[in-house]
């Protein structure tokens, strides 16, 4: 996924710009009727290592769809 490695990217360019420990990004993008979530943490303890869950077509969950969550 081309786009998870450009966010860890980004995450790590504003970690280090602004010199943070932590970092907790939440980005949300809407496709049609359904949204995708994308929620993206590092922690001092491991800051090489984010973890991530994307999942697609949340608004779907709320009317008794599935949606589909990837670590």
Not at 17 to 28: D, G, K, M, T
Not at 42 to 64: H, I, K
């Amino acid at each position: 996924m081309d786009f998870m490695k450009k966010t860890q990217n980004l995450a790590a360019t504003l970690t280090k710009e602004f010199n943070c420990e932590e970092i907790n990004l939440n980005v949300q993008m809407r496709r049609g009727e359904d949204w995708i979530t994308l929620d993206l943490f590092q922690n001092s303890e491991e800051p090489n290592r984010f973890y991530a869950t994307v999942d697609y077509s949340c608004s779907q969950q709320f009317l008794g769809g599935v949606g589909r969550t990837v670590h």
